[in-house]
């Protein structure tokens, strides 16, 4: 089964950056499309950043310029780049997975996901 493990949270001031890990088992590069989620407080779920099988990327218009969604060479692990970071970028962040190609355009899509992580907290003070 596919188990996806979050890590590199914590806590900047504003304009810093912090860069989160998803360790991923049973997924690589080629078989996994992946994405990264958040979560604030009283909110919904939403899309940051997906990267389909065919390298596709996708990125909210919140953080485009400002977060980078990549892999490493051997495919087992995600990351988000995230820079210029701002308080409304304050949420518990998620990375999803689900087996083969996905259309770019359901990327940031929750229900175009099976697997999730347990999420790593993201706090950005002003």
């Known amino acids: 089964e596919v188990q996806l493990v979050e890590s590199g949270g914590g806590s900047v001031q504003a304009g810093g950056s912090l860069r989160l890990s998803c360790a991923a088992s049973g997924c690589t590069y080629n078989s996994c499309s992946m994405g990264w989620f958040r979560q604030a407080p009283g909110k919904e779920r939403e899309g940051v950043a997906g990267r389909s099988t065919n390298t596709l990327l996708r990125y909210a218009d919140s953080v485009k310029g400002r977060f980078t969604i990549s892999r490493d060479n051997a495919g087992n692990t995600l990351y988000l780049q995230m820079n210029s970071l701002k308080p409304e970028d304050s949420a518990l962040y998620y990375c999803?997975?689900?087996?083969?190609?996905?259309?770019?355009?359901?990327?940031?899509?929750?229900?175009?996901?099976?697997?999730w992580g347990q999420g790593t907290q993201v706090t950005v003070s002003s």
């Open positions: 999803a997975a689900v087996r083969g190609l996905i259309s770019s355009s359901r990327l940031l899509e929750t229900s175009a996901y099976g697997y």
